[in-house]
């Protein structure tokens, strides 16, 4: 079945600091990949995503390039700030055999992200 | 627009007791799904609906934990008896629908511990 590894936490850093959360994933198929953040006290929220191979996606000065041949999809930033202090889940949406996706996510273990001042 | 609600945001129940969580999603959106998230994990999806009916339900333990979606709009889980191992933060999303990309989003969550 469909997995995603996401590499272990807590991740301390500085701000500014250079900032990669590794992310694996095993699909049949052609997944969808995504990258939700939470935020202390509040709901899961989407990141960035990406829908097909070399794919990159970004946002808020994040981002995640989808590779096929490595089946990975990192996140990076260049330089965090203290407000990005959340916890980062990596997920994939599968697909059946005819190409239509799955609705259901599945999320890698999360990652725990602190900046310090 | 409003998102998607759920209630209550906090429970505190006994094991063998039972307990229902509530979720609203946003308006017009045809897909429900009810995740379970356990500290330190990533959330897991326990039921899926499509308007009122279920898409997917593989992963829910049937034997404690039910779901309905009413009218397709509402929807309530509800988990008798409850177990240790229930303790968890339980997730609701919704999406336009199922098929082609459509994004999901989150409910705040409802927090359950179980003592």
């Known amino acids: 079945g469909n997995s995603v590894t996401q590499m272990e936490g807590p991740v301390t850093l500085s701000e500014e600091a250079f900032l990669t959360i590794n992310c694996t994933y095993t699909a049949t198929g052609y997944p969808s990949l995504f990258w939700y953040v939470q935020y202390p006290g509040e709901g899961l929220q989407l990141l960035l995503k990406?829908?097909?191979?070399?794919d990159k996606g970004s946002n808020k000065g994040f981002e995640a390039t989808y590779r096929k041949e490595t089946t990975s999809f990192h996140l990076e930033k260049g330089s965090v700030q203290v407000s990005d202090s959340a916890v980062y889940f990596c997920a994939l949406r599968g697909t059946h055999a005819g190409g239509t996706s799955y609705g259901k996510l599945t999320f890698g273990q999360g990652t725990i992200l602190t900046v310090h001042p | 627009e409003a998102g998607v609600a759920q209630s209550p945001r906090y429970k505190i129940i006994e094991k063998r007791q039972s307990v229902a969580f509530w979720c609203n999603p946003i308006?017009?959106?045809?897909?429900l799904y009810w995740y379970q998230q356990i500290l330190g994990q990533g959330p897991k999806l326990l039921i899926q609906f499509q308007n009122n009916g279920v898409v997917d339900d593989s992963q829910l333990p049937k034997d404690r934990f039910s779901a309905e979606r009413l009218k397709g709009v509402d929807s309530t889980l509800k988990i008798q008896p409850a177990k240790l191992e229930d303790s968890a933060v339980y997730l609701c999303?919704?999406?336009?629908?199922?098929?082609?990309?459509?994004?999901?989003?989150f409910g705040p969550g409802t927090r359950l511990t179980v003592l």
């Open positions: 999303a919704s999406s336009l629908q199922v098929e082609g990309y459509n994004e999901q989003f």
């Open positions: 308006s017009g959106h045809a897909t």
């Open positions: 990406a829908t097909k191979a070399d």
